[in-house]
């Protein structure tokens, strides 16, 4: 049973923008935070964005300024926007539902952002 579907990644030169998208099954999604994590080779997975059931937002500090996540709650999908990207981005990036301090499901298969200076 897939539950997350996560799309968007990509190629792209340093200073450009992506938008993420990742589709979620329902029963994870209704009621639930949604976040947006990233994980390098090499790196341990890192929570980029996290967003409430009412919209309120969190970002990890090296992404704030640059990246808006958002949700659509009647298409239970969440985007990441991602602007002035720079190397570092460079990830696989992932989201997942939470609630709490809980992460609920399990990892979908990620999309792939690569950054070129």
């Known amino acids: 049973q897939v539950q997350l579907v996560e799309s968007g990644g990509g190629l792209v030169q340093a200073g450009g923008s992506l938008r993420l998208s990742c589709a979620a099954s329902a029963s994870i999604f209704a009621g639930n935070d949604m976040t947006w994590y990233r994980q390098a080779p090499e790196q341990q997975r890192e929570l980029v964005a996290r967003i409430s059931t009412g919209g309120s937002a969190t970002y990890a500090d090296s992404v704030k300024g640059r990246f808006t996540i958002s949700r659509d709650n009647a298409k239970n999908t969440v985007y990441l926007q991602m602007n002035s990207l720079k190397r570092e981005d460079t990830a696989r990036y992932y989201c997942?539902?939470?609630?709490?301090?809980?992460?609920?499901?399990?990892w979908g298969q990620g999309t792939q952002v690569t950054v070129a200076s």
């Open positions: 997942r539902a939470a609630y709490r301090t809980l992460l609920i499901g399990d």
